[in-house]
């Protein structure tokens, strides 16, 4: 067959009006009927907002009107939700522990825990935090898999200064602030602070201790924080979250129900039991959903064409690139 210059013009015509039309095209968030935002976070299937549009309760996400805009937590609880993302990450905002002083005394304390019945706090993307220049913290909880006699987890650390020009900026390292990493599995804790001093003869850069677990990618110490966070109640952490008890291998060898729909494969999390799904090579969208991996146009994205500068023929979740005859690579 014999392509004129103005076949191809055709050709590429017709491509980039389909390139146009596949961009535009939405993936599937939630199950058919369901809404998929609360405010301004949207909520993607395993969660729901309504019976018949989550996995199960354990996925429930309560939407509170009396905000504005909305505002979205978990199940019934108060824990607020900022994010949720099918690589099974929950974003969510928890309480620091505070410890404050004035010439007079103590002006405010809290002891903030936090209890998940199906999901654990991210090892990978948190940290723990104490700030303070005469400060102890700890945190005390649950490993969810571990023996019984094993459960207890406790991890702690001391900051302390006498003077602020001492204090490093953008640095966390034991002077005026320290931090530690957390276990795998931890599904409830408590956080305690204190001082040996009252803060005494530091009142005046330092008059409180802090602790909290905060996601990683958004700390970055700095001395006005010694001050500042006392006006702060939450900082962002992130917990993880699976499909049931049941390791992936564990589902496809059985007659389990397995959660990932068509196109789609299971793997393993790296923090706690259950499994994940994503939608294989070629496709995108919610492979929780049925019918929720689509094909995509592999030739309009460079990232996976190498930048194809030669006709390319996209199919169901690969691409084919050929030449007019006689013309080389």
């Known amino acids: 067959m014999i392509r004129t210059p103005q076949m191809l013009f055709l050709f590429t015509l017709v491509a980039a009006l389909l390139a146009a039309t596949l961009s535009a095209q939405e993936f599937p968030v939630a199950r058919a009927g369901c809404q998929d935002r609360c405010g301004n976070v949207t909520i993607p299937f395993p969660f729901g907002l309504t019976e018949d549009c989550y996995y199960d309760a354990g996925f429930l996400i309560s939407c509170n009107h009396t905000f504005s805009p909305p505002k979205a937590f978990l199940t019934a609880s108060a824990i607020n939700v900022t ?7 929950l974003h969510i905002e928890q309480f620091i522990a505070k410890d404050c002083y004035n ?4 002006t405010d304390n809290n002891i903030p825990s936090l209890t998940l019945s199906k999901f654990i706090i991210s090892d ?4 723990f935090v104490s700030i303070g220049c005469d400060t102890i913290a700890s945190l005390r909880g649950n490993l969810k898999e571990a023996a019984s006699n094993e459960n207890k987890y406790t991890v702690g650390c001391m ?3 006498d003077s602020l ?3 490093p900026n953008d640095t966390c390292s034991g002077i005026g602030c320290c931090q530690t990493s957390l276990a795998k599995g931890v599904d409830d804790f408590n956080i305690a602070v204190t001082s040996l001093k009252n803060h005494s003869g530091i009142l005046d850069f330092s008059p409180c201790s802090y602790a909290f677990i905060i996601e990683k990618k958004k700390f970055n110490f700095s001395r006005s924080y010694l001050r500042d966070l006392k006006k702060v109640d939450k900082l962002p952490v992130v917990i993880d979250w ?3 008890k049941n390791s992936c291998a564990e589902v496809k060898k059985s007659s389990l129900y397995n959660a990932c729909q068509g196109n789609s494969t299971c793997y393993d999390p790296d923090n706690g039991d259950g499994y994940l799904c994503r939608c294989l090579d070629g496709y995108r969208g919610n492979p929780y959903l049925s019918g929720g991996c689509l094909d995509i146009d592999e030739c309009t994205d460079a990232a996976v064409n190498h ?14 690139m050929f030449l007019p005859q006689g013309v080389p690579w």
């Not at 010439?103 to 103590?106: D, E, F, K, L, Y």
């Not at 930048?307 to 084919?320: A, D, E, V």
Request: hydrophobic residues 25%; glycine residues 10%; aromatic residues 8%.
């Open 159 to 161: 900051s302390f200064c």
């Open 103 to 106: 010439a007079s005394g103590q």
């Open 307 to 320: 930048n194809c500068t030669h006709i390319c023929t996209n199919s169901p979740g690969q691409l084919y």
């Open 124 to 127: 990978a993307d948190n940290i």
């Open 242 to 244: 699976s499909i049931g």
């Open 83 to 89: 994010e949720i993302t099918l690589e099974g990450k």
């Open 165 to 167: 020009k001492y204090v």
